[in-house]
């Protein structure tokens, strides 16, 4: 008997699931000889490794704090690479872009307030360095913050 892909053990490396949950499965393009499952096996491992790499581009634009925080809270894992889940890694890509626009908005409000206003911020949350903020929360308390000191600041 011949077991679906998303049965096998490379299968469950690879993150593959039956496509409906207590449904039953039903023959699937690599049992059937189906060229296109090859084709599309392939694109899935092509933007699986074009996504990757757009992670692992992110990490000095946000730092180490937030790079590895964003990876364990969004992914459960220490390198995008042990992510075998298209759904997951666009999951993770969006969430370090969010981080990275969080912290040109911080910079942004530091031009206006100066970095004294950051440090006060920072020791305020009882961070000793922005390599500290491991969370896009903690980045927004920040940000608010500091926004709200440019704006008192220009009354």
């Known amino acids: 008997m011949k077991l679906f892909g998303w049965a096998t053990p490379e299968g469950w490396r690879q993150g593959l699931r039956p496509e ?3 449904a039953v499965a039903t023959n699937s ?16 491992e092509a933007g699986l490794v074009d996504l990757v790499r757009q992670i692992e581009a ?5 730092g180490k704090g937030l ?13 995008p690479n042990q992510v075998q ?3 997951v890694l666009r999951k993770l890509l969006a969430h370090m ?18 970095p004294e206003a950051l440090a006060r911020v920072l020791e305020s ?7 500290r ?3 896009l929360e903690t980045l927004k308390e920040i940000v608010l913050k500091l926004e709200a000191g440019a704006a008192e600041a220009n009354r």
């Open 20 to 22: 409906r949950v207590g």
């Open 29 to 44: 393009g690599s049992m059937s000889g189906d060229p296109d499952w090859s084709k599309n096996q392939r694109n899935t």
């Open 58 to 62: 992110l990490e000095k634009a946000i």
């Open 67 to 79: 790079y590895r925080g964003s990876l364990k809270a969004v992914a459960r894992v220490w390198k």
């Open 85 to 87: 889940n298209v759904a």
């Open 97 to 114: 872009q969010a981080a990275e626009r969080g912290l040109q908005r911080m910079e942004a409000a530091v031009g206006r307030t100066g």
């Open 125 to 131: 949350l009882k961070l000793d360095s922005l390599e």
């Open 133 to 135: 903020v491991d969370g």
